[in-house]
């Protein structure tokens, strides 16, 4: 079993910033990506960015790119989610994820759900305008 825990969300003014955290533990994979999905109230859940451990290939969400940079620190088994330039529709569920095969996070390919074995309970963004 992976626990995934985020922390960072929070109530921020448009054109703000938020640094969202995500820390892993259990058991561990020796390829792996890690995703970050948000789900808006009324909407479907969507990928936003991944990272990918074996060649830390990096992805991101058209409505992202630009303004949000995922990174990651194996020493503490986290990743993070810089967001900047924060607009009212990126408020929503922030999430983390973590698919155990290390097989997504392919460029082009989307972000999506089944691809990803644990998640996070979830971190709240509300952006005011």
């Known amino acids: 079993q992976v626990q995934l825990v985020e922390s960072g969300g929070g109530l921020v003014q448009t054109g703000g910033s938020l640094r969202l955290s995500c820390v892993a533990s259990g058991r561990t994979f020796s390829r792996y990506a890690m995703g970050w999905f948000r789900q808006a109230p009324g909407k479907e859940r969507e990928g936003i960015s991944c990272?990918?451990?074996?060649?830390?290939?990096?992805n991101y969400a058209d409505s992202v790119k630009g303004r949000f940079t995922m990174a990651r620190d194996t020493a503490k088994n986290a990743v993070y989610l810089e967001m900047n330039s924060l607009r009212p529709e990126d408020a929503a569920v922030y999430y983390c994820?973590?698919?155990?095969?290390?097989?997504?996070?392919?460029?082009?390919?989307?972000?999506?759900?089944?691809?990803?074995?644990?998640w996070g309970q979830g971190t709240q963004v509300t952006v005011s305008s």
């Open positions: 990272l990918r451990s074996s060649d830390r290939r990096k």
């Open positions: 994820a973590i698919d155990g095969s290390g097989s997504s996070c392919q460029i082009g390919a989307g972000f999506h759900r089944y691809e990803y074995d644990y």
